[in-house]
């Protein structure tokens, strides 16, 4: 009954959706209130539906129904609850409801927030969101319905797959459909700007937060699952540059790119048809990036089920999508004008040219994710594209767009000089260069690369310092009082460029420094890894809720003293039949010691894998600190006020273009 | 205009590149066992485990090994087609009972219908090992010769069996 509830609640959903997509978009162009005035209620209705949708399955997973072949399919009577509970987005089916839960939530929130904007505005954006959801509904009743009966009943479900019976599994792919999915919103604002012709000043500063809160939930779900493959995969790498990996990455460089666009385009008015081109960008990636999970054209380690039939559909609904909004860019965009006027060295400039690196990582990224299926489609053989071509075309790129990161904010808008910008940041310079080659030399042997990671790394800190002390700076005064009245937006920039440069830390000295020891270990060996010594003092056999496991106990210590005893865990799964690796870490601020356990050889020995990862952490923690850079930029008190006194609002902000 | 253009022109580009490459199969790696001897065995009949069967029991007929177990649920969508199968005599079909009980396969049997020959039992996976099984159900075409010439991972679609495998069956009931 439960299950066809939820079956019920999409089939209404998407039909609301089909008015909400429909009657707001023709109300707009024929200037009916009416038909516009749908758009509110539509999307609210649309959400709750959906959300009944999703409250359904989860608890026919959370009650073990397993006549839903969704459910027989993805979980099982041994599996505990929270898992259960997470399972309801483990299946395929279960993550497409997820996204259209999370499309429609973010369009429920549009709803909400949108009272200053114009009805033509809200009824576009509104409408756009629609005719996604109508896609995405349609895409599940007709390939990927979760609700699908099974018949007679399954006496017991195959279980989640182990790999993702895992707390950071629970919480990862919502965080990143979120971003995915609130990537729609800065499209549909696009979209509705070139609907409506005005692609103004006005148009930038409303999709600006909505950009910016897609991109912070992007931040936080790559970097869930970055650090679920590090201590879940057993092989202490945090970036496999798969596929899967790349679809989630692209979207999120496109969407740092639009973030600084949009920035420009708000204070100066200039490159809208080009942050009109990112938005749209954005969200196609994203829609790509479901496409190449969802339809198997290319091999992952991320072994989804796929199905060529549900390729096909997201393929079309990619190509209306993105070939749509581009026909619709190529009329609109030329009567665009160019905006703001800016010399070859300015903060527009500065900004325009980290956009195009940050565009041309995206599109080497693309190439080599893409590249094996080219050549295969080309029938000129079957090839993978690994991590070797990925790292030397990217970290290229990125490094004249960080020096650039550290200039940017530091120049005038209009018009900035070399001579000028030089002096000002002449000692930023010289503490990069001093602590780039000091920092190797201390930890040990120096070499050019390591030091040119640091270089970035200093150079960023260094300039975001810079930066802070001019703001201070009354006449040769520091005025410290100052450091409360700055902006919170300007605050947010710092924490997320700083990010940056914790994030180079922890990967140049993981890359430098880490030592990785494959070692066969008896009951009493010792191995010496990164100061401390590991103790190997054997295995016993546990029990979990739904496997058994063999639990290893390392005993680590330093200078012959114990220090802490590690657990890494060799499970096995019954229902699945499969075997899986937990890591045991011991995490800190300086660095990660990882044990794993191989496969037994012999009677009581064991492979082991021990890992010292020095500054790893540093990489999550320079994702959260970006992340929570954009947070505090959506607290600016701009948006406060506009939340506050939204009628206060001018009707007409100038554009000057 | 024309520059405002690219964009699409791009898209069109890696629109049709994705639109052929659904057409392609990334899994279709040439499996290391097509084409070679396949593993032999001897194991236990399900029906009757005192008596043995193995490959040499097949030898010079065209056959087929499909790999199933009563706790797979994909085993039952392929399920149907196998059935029809063996009531058309079309290929004799044996099943290897992977990693299951005795009296769950049986009464899994009962209740679906049987379409094998002969159904063994590989209650370690052992034998599911010699042959590279990763998930269930497989199924391989084995020839006169005992040697493999096809394996199909997954439930066997219709399609799959109507395009791919009947027409190498019947080529290879000729010769």
């Known amino acids: ?657 | 205009m024309t520059k405002f253009l690219l964009p699409l022109g791009g898209f069109i580009a890696i629109f049709a590149f994705l639109f052929i490459g659904l057409g392609l199969n990334p899994r279709e790696v040439p499996s290391p066992f097509i084409g070679k001897a396949a593993p032999t065995f001897e194991l236990g009949n399900l029906h009757r485990p005192d008596s043995r069967f193995g490959t040499q029991d097949m030898a010079g007929k065209v056959w087929l090994l499909n790999v199933w177990a009563s706790w797979c649920v994909a085993c039952r969508d392929e399920h149907p087609l196998l059935v029809d199968l063996a009531k058309q005599d079309t290929i004799p079909i044996v099943g290897l009972n992977y990693k299951d009980k005795q009296d769950q396969a049986l009464a899994w049997l009962k209740q679906f219908g049987n379409p094998y020959r002969v159904a063994v039992m590989d209650a370690d996976g052992r034998i599911g090992i010699d042959f590279g099984v990763y998930g269930v159900p497989e199924t391989f075409l084995i020839d006169k010769k005992g040697i493999i010439r096809f394996k199909h991972i997954g439930p066997i679609t219709k399609k799959a069996w109507e395009e791919k495998m009947l027409p190498l069956v019947r080529e290879l009931q000729k010769s």
């Open chain 1, 1 to 657: 009954m439960i299950p066809e509830i939820g079956q019920f609640a999409l089939i209404l959903a998407l039909l609301l959706s089909i008015v909400q997509g429909v009657l707001p978009l023709a109300g707009a162009a024929r200037g009916n209130p009416v038909w516009m005035g749908v758009a509110r209620p539509a999307s609210r209705g649309q959400f709750l539906f959906v959300a009944l949708a999703f409250g359904c399955l989860a608890y026919s997973f959370v009650t073990n129904d397993f006549s839903v072949l969704n459910v027989a399919n993805n979980s099982n009577s041994g599996l505990p609850v929270p898992y259960r509970f997470a399972a309801t987005w483990g299946s395929h089916e279960g993550s497409m409801l997820l996204w259209v839960f999370m499309l429609t939530g973010w369009s429920a929130a549009v709803s909400i927030a949108s009272r200053s904007l114009p009805e033509e505005m809200v009824a576009r954006v509104l409408g756009v969101m629609g005719l996604i959801g109508t896609g995405f509904l349609l895409f599940m009743l007709l390939t990927s319905n979760p609700f699908d009966r099974l018949f007679p009943a399954a006496q017991d479900g195959r279980d989640m797959n182990p790999l993702l019976q895992d707390p950071g599994m629970v919480i990862h792919p919502p965080m990143l459909y979120m971003g995915y999915v609130g990537f729609s919103v800065a499209f549909s604002f696009a979209i509705a700007a070139l609907l409506g012709g005005k692609l103004d000043s006005t148009w930038a500063r409303w999709s600006r937060p909505w950009t910016t809160l897609a991109w912070c939930f992007l931040t936080i779900g790559i970097m869930l699952g970055s650090w679920w493959a590090y201590y879940e995969l057993g092989w202490g790498g945090w970036w496999f540059w798969d596929p899967v990996e790349n679809a989630s990455f692209m979207p999120w460089i496109v969407g740092t790119a639009l973030i600084h666009s949009l920035a420009v385009t708000e204070r100066r008015g200039a490159f809208k048809s080009w942050t009109v081109l990112l938005a749209i960008t954005a969200f196609s990636l994203s829609l790509l990036g479901t496409f190449l999970v969802r339809s198997g054209v290319l091999t992952s380690v991320h072994a989804f089920a796929t199905d060529p039939k549900r390729g096909v559909f997201i393929l079309i609904f990619l190509a209306i999508v993105t070939g749509g909004s581009l026909v619709l860019f190529a009329v609109r965009a030329p009567k665009v004008g160019l905006g703001g006027k800016f010399e070859i060295v300015s903060r527009e400039s500065l900004l325009l040219g980290n956009n195009v690196l940050l565009a041309a990582a995206c599109g080497s990224v693309l190439l080599g994710t893409l590249y094996p299926l080219f050549l295969d489609a080309l029938q000129l053989g079957k090839i993978s594209v690994g991590p070797p071509y990925f790292d030397s075309v990217f970290a290229p790129l990125m490094a004249p767009a960080i020096f650039l990161m550290g200039v940017g904010p530091l120049a005038r808008w209009k018009e900035a000089r070399i001579p000028d910008l030089a002096m000002r940041l002449r000692w930023a310079a010289v503490i990069a260069v001093v602590s780039a080659i000091l920092v190797p030399l201390i930890a040990g042997e120096w070499t050019l690369m390591k030091s040119f990671g640091y270089l970035l790394a200093f150079w960023v800190f260094a300039a975001s310092l810079t930066s802070i002390r001019e703001r201070l700076l009354v006449g040769t005064q520091l005025e410290w009082s100052r450091l409360g009245q700055l902006p919170r937006g300007y605050w947010g920039m710092i924490a997320a460029h700083v990010g940056i440069g914790v994030f180079i830390i922890g990967v140049t000295t993981v890359k430098s420094y880490e030592v990785e020891r494959d070692v066969r270990m008896d009951i009493g060996d010792t191995v010496a890894v990164g100061g401390y010594d590991l103790k190997f003092e054997g295995t016993e056999e546990v029990a979990g809720p739904n496997y058994s496991a063999a639990r290893g106990t390392v005993v680590v210590s330093r200078n012959g003293k114990a220090v802490r005893t590690l657990h890494p865990e060799k499970r096995f799964y019954p229902v699945q039949q499969s075997t899986m690796t937990e890591a045991a870490i011991d995490s800190g601020l300086f660095g990660d010691l990882y044990v794993s356990l191989g496969e037994p050889v012999g009677d009581r020995a064991w492979s082991v894998r021990v890992y010292s990862k020095p500054f790893i952490t540093w990489i999550w923690g320079g994702c959260v600190l970006m992340a929570l850079g954009g947070f505090l930029a959506l607290t600016d008190r701009r948006y406060r006020a506009s939340l506050a006194q939204r009628s206060a609002l001018p009707a007409h902000a100038a554009s000057p273009s």
